[in-house]
């Protein structure tokens, strides 16, 4: 059986798909609850990353080994970034890059050593299937005209990123080695790189809930509760009703 994976960031977020799961099966291992069952008529396992890199990436892994899981997908929010990219819009990921990795001048800054590179690709065919369950459901909850669905570049490190300032060295830096990115989160470069060891297929959509600004701990915590668990919800609908 495919086994897809659905990797929520928050409790809140997940919420609602367990209450949709279909013969919920609950196995605690690595002292985490895995929720099996049917989605949407989809074999699933729902996890929580639970928050920062190696959390994550313990999380990744467990999926692969014990639930032999075939595709991973992570739903979660972010940080908006880039340019243009506002609170309530929708990030589909290309690649991911540490932002916290340093190992100059041993190796360029931001490459994960001994895998000569700093970016992690996601999957294009599932990237392709997410970002058109992100437009139809954007365009199914009927959100105003100036939410916008990206698609492209996201780092992840063991930071909040809450002030201006910080945010703005931050995507300079990265920026000069050549990395725009659109969107800062905790987790998803670590499951990218994981899904890259085991030669897995991996997709990751992100709703923007705060500027990662001197707001941002206002922000998250009121956008995760009251629209991106709506998002997310939708969002693995479209995806599982077009695998
Ligand atoms: N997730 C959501 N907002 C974030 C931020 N500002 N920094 C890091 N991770 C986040």
Not at 52 to 63: C, E, H, I, N, R
Request: charged share 15%; hydrophobic share 50%.
């Amino acid at each position: 059986m495919t086994f897809t994976a659905i990797l929520s960031a928050l409790a809140e977020e997940q919420q609602g798909l367990l209450e949709l799961l279909q013969q919920p099966q609950k196995i605690n291992h690595a002292g985490r609850d895995f929720w099996q069952g049917s989605l949407y008529g989809q074999p699933v396992v729902l996890a929580l990353s639970r928050i920062g890199k190696v959390a994550a990436a313990t999380t990744a892994t467990a999926l692969i080994e014990r639930f032999k899981v075939s595709r991973i997908v992570f739903t979660g929010v972010a940080g908006g970034l880039g340019a243009g990219v506002r609170v309530g819009d929708v990030v589909v990921a290309t690649e991911f890059v540490q932002h916290d990795l340093d190992a100059s001048p041993i190796f360029p800054r931001y490459e994960v050593p001994l895998y000569g590179q700093s970016r992690f690709a996601c999957d294009a065919a599932l990237s392709a299937l997410l970002l058109a369950a992100g437009r139809a459901s954007l365009q199914g909850l009927a959100l105003s005209p100036t939410v916008t669905l990206h698609h492209g570049l996201i780092a992840s490190g063991d930071r909040f990123v809450s002030g201006a300032q910080e945010a703005q060295a931050l995507r300079e830096s990265l920026q000069d080695q050549g990395h725009a990115v659109l969107a800062v989160e905790m987790e998803g470069a670590a499951v990218a790189q994981v899904c890259f060891d085991y030669g897995l297929p991996f997709a990751a959509v992100r709703t923007i809930s705060d500027r990662a600004d001197d707001q941002a701990h206002v922000d998250f915590p009121v956008f995760v509760r009251d629209v991106a668990s709506l998002y997310a919800q939708a969002m693995v609908r479209q995806l599982l009703q077009s695998l």
